[in-house]
């Protein structure tokens, strides 16, 4: 069996599920990005390094 070139990760959301994001106040949205960048700032460089490597699929 061939093994496809793609690496990384995938995921699927339905358009109903985007809709309701765009829903919501954009104040909140980015509160929520913000959040999630200050947790990642609290990561070990270890997680954060292997976490890279997955979002560039070198894993």
């Keep these: 069996m061939k093994r496809s070139k793609a690496k ?4 699927y959301l339905s358009k109903e599920a985007i809709e ?6 954009l104040e909140l949205r980015l509160k929520w990005l913000y959040m999630g960048n200050f947790l ?7 997680i954060i390094k292997l976490q ?4 560039e699929g070198k894993m």
């Design 20 to 25: 309701s994001y765009r829903e919501k106040p």
């Design 40 to 46: 990642r700032k609290s990561y070990s460089k270890k």
């Design 8 to 11: 990384g990760f995938d995921y």
């Design 52 to 55: 890279d490597k997955l979002r």
